[in-house]
């Protein structure tokens, strides 16, 4: 499998301006991950689905963020209107339920950095 | 009562030492506490994780100490090499079923020094 793949890497957007980050999980993964990750407040879980349902959304920081699971091999993120302070790294993640410590692990993929100029 | 506080900041070792991470938690209800290490540019890679009901767990040259009364788990790294250069985070989550709802440390940029 190829892990965790996210697009775009990086994207540089002007402040205002529509933003969507793209996820596709690693097949068989019921759960999916949106965390973000800045020097000052370290990796935020943003939101997370199970089979498509987002089950908590609490850590998604204004109405301007947006997240969607269509099917079980895509996920997006999207910011609109993106601002300054929307700059950070944006990580994706997949894990699959189970009952042990091994075979439950989340999958982080390499990660979109965004920014807001 | 949901963070999970690490220490030190940053940490510089010579090849061959011993690295030591600490992290201390508040809340109770977490059962599973993972170190996850990452690469600059890179995603978090799962690097070892245990459950509450062990003390101690052992990967390598990795080793977890758990320490449920105090609520604290540290990550020993023996023998510390270049390529363990990295920053690592802990981390713990409630979930149950899924290991991917985490509250993470802050991070420890570990260097090693040839």
């Known amino acids: ?42 990796l935020e879980l943003l939101i997370y689905f199970n089979n498509n349902v ?4 609490s850590g998604m920081p204004e109405d301007r963020f947006s997240a969607k699971m269509p099917n079980a091999s895509f996920s997006t993120l999207k910011i609109q209107p993106s601002e300054p302070r929307d700059s950070a790294v944006y990580f994706c ?18 990660g979109t950095r965004l920014t807001v100029v | 009562q949901q963070q999970v506080k690490q220490s030190p900041q940053s940490l510089i070792v010579q090849k061959g030492g011993i690295s030591i991470i600490n992290c201390a938690y508040e809340n109770t209800a977490f059962d599973y506490f993972p170190w996850y290490q990452q690469f600059p540019g890179k995603g978090p890679a799962l690097l070892i994780a245990i459950r509450p009901d062990v003390s101690e767990k052992k990967e390598g040259r990795f080793t977890i100490s758990f320490n449920k009364s105090a609520k604290q788990f540290s990550l020993h790294i023996m023998d510390s090499q270049p390529g363990d250069s990295a920053t690592y985070f802990c981390a713990a989550s409630n979930e149950g079923g899924s290991q991917g709802n985490l509250i993470f440390g802050k991070g420890t940029k570990l260097s090693v020094k040839p």
């Open chain 1, 1 to 42: 499998d190829a892990g965790v793949i996210q697009s775009p890497r990086h994207e540089v957007t002007e402040m205002g301006q529509e933003v969507t980050l793209r996820c596709k999980p690693i097949s068989g993964h019921d759960y999916l991950f949106w965390y973000r990750q800045t020097m000052m407040r370290g």
């Open chain 1, 54 to 57: 987002p089950i908590d959304d």
């Open chain 1, 93 to 110: 993640a997949s894990s699959r339920t189970g009952t042990g410590v091994s075979n439950t692990e989340a999958f982080f993929g390499q």
